[in-house]
């Protein structure tokens, strides 16, 4: 007999054969007995008693048997590791899945260490993978990962100021947009750790009117991480005064009656780069008293020449009444259509210049004028005369006011004498003495002194006269039948202002014991 299948090569009757478990062909046609063996105890996992017997037409027959000792040589397969790798900081890949199988083992164990070595600028992490099947096979697999720094950090801004800037552009802001540049608007990221950020910034000053801007500031910020790399972001900033000033304390647009427009308010003006804006006011006015429209427009100018103007209208209306006011105390309150009472003895001359006009636009001046007299008679009427006065006010809109007044002249103070002679008592058979020469006066005008000598009265009286050619008897006194004297007030002024006849004074005697004739 011989050997067909290359595992057996030359195997001769009664030899052992060692094998791998995985190496065992699939044998037929044979005889075979199978003792099982464990690797850590017997050393096999398997034993086989194997023979083959070959038998010709004759009956002639040849044997082969042997024996197989099989074990497990070969250690387990590890696959999913993946070929060494540099890397850049922070792009270290994750642990992959890696498997491990064994021709004889079909659950072998796999462990996995991981050590790392250097510094985030050179850092190498060592990936160990171990299989061991149930025979203590061993196969080992090794990753090596070398990492390093070679990128720089990247810088983006912090301040919406600075928007999506890049590096070497040239950004255009208002003053006041500036934020503080030293302090804020630009932070890095590494992926490897902390960065230092360092600020630099050149300032030129400007003129609006001569170059354009107020500021001209160069900015640099530079980036630099643990391993050294660098990024920097450098651009310029053009500033200038973009924006006008602001004015303040305009009030709105109103609409006031004649004589009350508001005094000019106190306008402020503030700007977000000149300190000191010129403030100025210029107020037009269009229009009649009747119509008026103020128009007042202030303007702020910057030392940039940026300008605002707010405006305020004023439309001045003439919607109220006039109201008449008596400035001279002796018609203070009285009203249209009153009556004043006045003594002929203080007469008061009224003019315009006695009253005011309130209200009402312009100049509204006070017309006077006397509407007529009524003459009266003291004993009817109990006046002298009325005069009808009307002060009237009309201002440049035709608004118009007017009072009437009822002067009433009266006389209620009699006439006085004076230097008459004092009564005289005498005999009845004396004689009687001169008359003298008294006097009269009146407080409302001259008046006529009048004489009566009754030689054959005893009964004398004394009248005084209420109205012309109208007597009234005072007093009596009993006289000697010889000539009194007897004095009563005539004539009235020409004014025919009512004056009551004064009380007559009269000499007189002692009364005689006879009835007069």
């Not at 208002?174 to 990221?189: E, H, K, R, T, W």
């Not at 303040?248 to 109103?254: E, I, M, N, Q, R």
């Amino acid at each position: 007999m011989f050997a067909t299948h290359a595992y057996f090569g030359e195997i001769q009757h009664g030899d052992t054969l060692y094998a791998d478990c995985g190496q065992i062909p699939s044998l037929v046609d044979f005889t075979e007995s199978v003792v099982q063996g464990s690797c850590s105890v017997d050393g096999f996992t398997e034993l086989r008693y194997c023979g083959w017997t070959a038998t010709d037409a004759c009956g002639n027959v040849d044997s082969l048997f042997f024996t197989v000792i099989i074990s497990d040589q070969l250690a387990p397969t590890i696959a999913g590791v993946p070929a060494d790798a540099t890397v850049e900081c922070g792009q270290v890949p994750p642990v992959p899945n890696v498997t491990a199988t064994d021709n004889c083992d079909p659950a072998p164990v796999l462990t996995f260490a991981e050590t790392t070595a250097g510094t985030g600028c050179d850092l190498t992490i060592t990936r160990t993978w171990t299989a061991t099947d149930d025979c203590g096979n061993v196969s080992t697999a090794v990753q090596i990962v070398t990492v390093t720094d070679t990128e720089a950090p990247v810088m983006f801004a912090t301040h919406a100021f600075f928007g999506e800037i890049q590096h070497g552009d040239t950004l255009y802001a208002d003053c006041s947009q500036i934020p503080s540049l030293d302090s804020i608007g630009f932070s890095a990221y590494d992926l490897c750790g902390a960065t230092t950020i360092d600020f630099t910034e050149t300032v030129v000053q400007g003129s609006c009117s001569v170059d354009g801007f107020t500021e001209l500031r160069y900015c640099g910020w530079t980036a630099t991480d643990a391993c050294g790399n660098v990024d920097s972001l450098f651009f310029t900033v053009i500033i200038s005064d973009q924006l006008p000033p602001t004015i303040a304390g305009v009030p709105a647009d109103t609409t006031v009656e004649c004589g009350q427009v508001p005094p000019v308010p106190n306008v402020t003006a503030t700007d977000n780069c000149d300190q000191a804006p010129v403030l100025s006011f210029v107020e037009t006015i269009v229009g009649t008293d009747c119509d008026l429209t103020i128009t007042r427009t202030w303007t702020a100018t910057d030392n940039c020449g940026n300008t605002a103007t707010q405006v305020q209208i004023i439309t001045v209306v003439d919607s109220s009444s006039i109201q008449i006011v008596f400035t001279n105390p002796v018609l203070s309150g009285l009203g249209d259509g009153d009556t004043l009472v006045i003594p002929c003895s203080n007469p008061a001359i009224f003019d315009a210049g006695d009253a005011e006009a309130v209200g009402g636009c312009g100049d509204t001046p006070v017309v006077f004028n006397e509407n007529g007299i009524t003459p009266g008679n003291c004993t009817d009427d109990g006046f002298i005369v009325i005069m009808h006065c009307t002060w009237t006010a009309t201002d440049t809109c035709g608004n118009t006011a007017s009072v009437t007044l009822h002067i009433m002249v009266v006389d209620n103070v009699p006439p006085v004498f004076s230097n008459v002679p004092a009564d005289l008592t005498i005999n009845c058979t004396d004689p009687l003495p001169p008359c003298g020469n008294p006097t009269v006066s009146d407080d409302c005008g001259s008046v006529a002194l009048t004489l009566q000598v009754r030689p054959r009265y005893s009964l004398l009286m004394a009248t005084t006269e209420s109205a012309p050619g109208r007597l009234r008897t005072t007093a009596e006194t009993l006289r000697q039948p010889a000539a009194p004297c007897m004095w009563w007030t005539t004539g009235h002024p020409s004014s025919a202002v009512c004056q009551p006849t004064a009380p007559s004074t009269w000499q007189t005697v002692k009364p005689c014991r006879r009835r007069p004739p």
